[in-house]
């Protein structure tokens, strides 16, 4: 009896969910999914699941070699700055091949108004120049450096609260999770009467629907772009991500 491969998948992404699930269907594929656990109650992948950190890139690759780990996916987030490079380093020290799957970033089309920042402080320097009232869709742990804004009413939009020792000085908080309707983010835009909208350049079809009601309303974007990433090799969709793992 051929003896099953192990594939750990870096996920926590809708991309993760989706190849754990689709690598079940695979014959002698052992599937191990790894979440970072920031999340309360995260939604969990089918198969294996394991929580929590490897303690850098060292004991990701001793977690490798222990576990006689045969392959590694990094299907991380593409904000998860320190992550990519971490699964690049253990990867290449334990001596297993990596595939990066990873969404297509978004990019403006006609009528967008669009803003690039690298990094939420020049984000912050913008809005105190021309905003009323902005919609942050970020997530808790990306909060803090707009906390400072006064004179402007901040909607912010997370999973779950932010940290109850960060204080606003007019601020609105929506729970919600994704994927979300075009109508239901043109309502919110609409009825906050939001004039700047702040995001991440996460990409993918499930949070998209903001933009294009912003693009329609005539709304400010100012868009994070990606940090770096090391260069592995990566493919963009499910199915090639499969093909890679079938010819392992």
Same mark, same amino acid.
């Given at each position: 009896?051929?003896?099953?491969?192990?594939?750990?998948?870096?996920?926590?992404?809708?991309?993760?969910?989706?190849?754990?699930?689709?690598?079940?269907?695979?014959?002698?594929?052992?599937?191990?999914?790894?979440?970072?656990?920031?999340?309360?109650?995260?939604?969990?992948?089918?198969?294996?699941?394991?929580?929590?950190?490897?303690?850098?890139?060292?004991?990701?690759?001793?977690?490798?070699?222990?576990?006689?780990?045969?392959?590694?996916?990094?299907?991380?987030?593409?904000?998860?700055?320190?992550?990519?490079?971490?699964?690049?380093?253990?990867?290449?020290?334990?001596?297993?091949?990596?595939?990066?799957?990873?969404?297509?970033?978004?990019?403006?089309?006609?009528?967008?108004?669009?803003?690039?920042?690298?990094?939420?402080?020049?984000?912050?320097?913008? =809005? %105190?120049?021309?905003?009323?009232?902005?919609? /942050? @869709?970020? $997530?808790?742990?990306? +909060?803090?450096?707009?906390? #400072? *804004?006064?004179?402007?009413?901040?909607?912010?939009?997370?999973?779950?609260?932010?940290?109850?020792? =960060? %204080?606003?000085?007019?601020?609105?908080?929506? /729970? @919600?999770? $994704?994927?979300?309707? +075009?109508?239901?983010?043109? #309502? *919110?835009?609409?009825?906050?009467?939001?004039?700047?909208?702040?995001?991440?350049?996460?990409?993918?079809?499930?949070?998209?629907?903001?933009?294009?009601?912003?693009?329609?309303?005539?709304?400010?974007?100012?868009?994070?772009?990606?940090?770096?990433?090391?260069?592995?090799?990566?493919?963009?969709?499910?199915?090639?991500?499969?093909?890679?793992?079938?010819?392992?």
């Amino acid at each position: 009896m051929t003896k099953a491969k192990t594939i750990l998948v870096l996920g926590g992404t809708g991309e993760g969910m989706a190849l754990a699930e689709a690598l079940q269907a695979i014959p002698d594929i052992h599937i191990v999914s790894s979440l970072a656990g920031r999340v309360a109650n995260p939604k969990l992948p089918p198969g294996e699941v394991r929580i929590g950190g490897f303690g850098g890139a060292a004991g990701l690759a001793a977690y490798l070699r222990q576990n006689k780990v045969a392959a590694l996916i990094d299907a991380t987030h593409p904000f998860a700055r320190r992550m990519g490079w971490n699964a690049a380093e253990a990867a290449a020290e334990a001596g297993i091949p990596l595939l990066r799957l990873e969404r297509p970033a978004w990019s403006p089309q006609g009528g967008d108004r669009w803003i690039a920042v690298d990094d939420w402080g020049q984000a912050v320097d913008i =809005l %105190r120049r021309s905003a009323r009232r902005v919609f /942050l @869709a970020l $997530g808790r742990q990306e +909060l803090a450096p707009f906390a #400072a *804004l006064d004179g402007i009413h901040v909607v912010i939009r997370s999973v779950e609260a932010p940290d109850a020792s =960060l %204080r606003f000085a007019d601020a609105e908080l929506v /729970l @919600a999770r $994704g994927p979300f309707k +075009l109508d239901d983010e043109r #309502a *919110l835009l609409q009825t906050r009467r939001i004039d700047h909208l702040v995001c991440k350049n996460s990409g993918g079809d499930a949070t998209d629907a903001k933009l294009q009601a912003a693009r329609e309303l005539d709304i400010t974007v100012i868009m994070q772009r990606r940090p770096p990433r090391p260069d592995v090799p990566a493919v963009s969709s499910l199915a090639a991500a499969l093909d890679w793992v079938r010819a392992l």
